[in-house]
């Protein structure tokens, strides 16, 4: 990102988590404000949310609140762990580009390993060669497998690909960790049951992301491995992840969960992704890098495009996942917005990639 200095109020593409706070968040944190409740989620907000989860599930497991996406994933690998194992995971995956060392740091040492795999996803085939390349003393032993849904470039794994993975971590030992930061606009776009993707698929803990998907702040841990969750809770809050006024991370939650509000937001973030992919694919200059799945729109720009619309004031990532511009839409992303913003990629597109 550079030149921010023309940038105007308006809505941008640069993150989901450049947007506010969806109005039934906020609504719901205004209820939840109403008087005194017990804290560190020994609240009836806390607890409501929790079974507002199990409810999406259709299983019991454990839920678990904590303020960001980082904590959540390295919380939960270093859970999975001893300081001696490795996790898997593609080299393009948030907990390896984008979590600062964190995994490793709270895994006290444990390793990730990066597999390839064609856009953002994990193969059953890869997991299965990582793990048999080495099986001696000397190597950090793989014990988790990590994937991202939706993953970093936009795509999604199917129900099947993820229920492959699963037979394959289970094969050989592995726990099955998902990083769901925008497990929402997966739902949202695949259509199926939560349960599908999740557990049916052999999934032991999800991150399931609540940020990016319009709360305020907050992503919950769901343990469908209960015994994987023992004493959780203390390593919540030695990560300096355990709220004491739970109530207003947890509240939220039923804003969000109440009539599906979680997937037509997500629904319209993923809607108009498409719509700027539609409107952007043909353009002179402009190469789409990956398939449009979820709510983002990987391009390649030539750089005096990339510069006359961050002149004009767009913000937006061009180093994010495997490089090329991330285009990432939001639950209020706005078919003006999109509009507005293809049309002076268009414009730039005519001055500079003729
Ligand atoms: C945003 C994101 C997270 C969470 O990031 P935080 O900034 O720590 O909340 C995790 N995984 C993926 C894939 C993400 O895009």
Redesign the pocket.
């Known amino acids: 990102m550079s030149t921010e200095k023309n940038s105007k109020p308006r809505r941008h593409f640069a993150?989901?988590?450049y947007a506010g706070i969806a109005p039934e968040a906020w609504a719901a944190l205004q209820e939840a404000n109403a008087d005194h409740e017990p804290a560190y989620g020994n609240d009836r907000w806390t607890q409501r949310a929790a079974d507002a989860i199990r409810e999406v599930f259709e299983t019991p497991c454990e839920v678990f609140f904590v303020?960001?996406?980082?904590?959540?994933?390295s919380l939960a690998l270093a859970h999975s762990t001893q300081s001696y194992h490795s996790v898997l995971c593609h080299e393009v995956?948030?907990?390896e580009r984008?979590?600062c060392g964190a995994p490793e740091f709270f895994g006290n040492g444990s390793k990730l390993l990066l597999l390839p795999g064609d856009q953002g996803r994990l193969t059953p085939a890869g997991i299965e060669d990582a793990v048999l390349r080495r099986t001696d003393i000397h190597y950090p032993k793989p014990r988790v497998v990590t994937v991202?849904q939706a993953?970093?470039v936009g795509t999604l794994y199917s129900p099947a690909e993820l229920r492959a993975i699963g037979a394959m971590a289970k094969r050989h030992g592995l726990r099955f960790h998902m990083?769901g930061?925008?497990f929402a606009n997966a739902i949202a776009a695949l259509g199926c049951a939560p349960r599908e993707i999740t557990w049916q698929a052999g999934v032991d803990v999800l991150?399931f992301?609540g940020?990016?998907n319009g709360i305020h702040v907050g992503?919950a841990v769901v343990f469908f491995n209960q015994e994987l969750a023992r004493e959780f809770d203390l390593r919540t809050k030695q990560g300096g992840q355990l709220c004491s006024k739970m109530r207003f991370v947890s509240a939220p939650w039923l804003g969000m969960l109440r009539d599906n509000v979680w997937l037509r937001h997500a629904g319209n973030a993923n809607r108009m992704a498409s719509l700027m992919h539609g409107l952007v694919k043909d353009l002179p200059g402009v190469k789409v890098l990956f398939p449009v799945q979820a709510n983002a729109v990987f391009v390649d720009l030539p750089k005096p495009v990339i510069e006359a619309l961050w002149a004009r004031g767009w913000l937006f990532y061009n180093f994010i996942g495997e490089g090329g511009c991330r285009l990432m839409c939001s639950w209020d992303t706005t078919e003006e917005d999109v509009r507005s913003f293809a049309a002076d990629l268009a414009a730039a597109c005519a001055t500079h990639a003729k």
């Not at 303020?67 to 994933?73: D, K, L, P």
């Open positions: 993150s989901d988590n303020f960001n996406g980082t904590a959540a994933n995956a948030h907990v984008d979590e991202t993953t970093e990083d930061a925008r991150c992301g940020t990016k992503e």
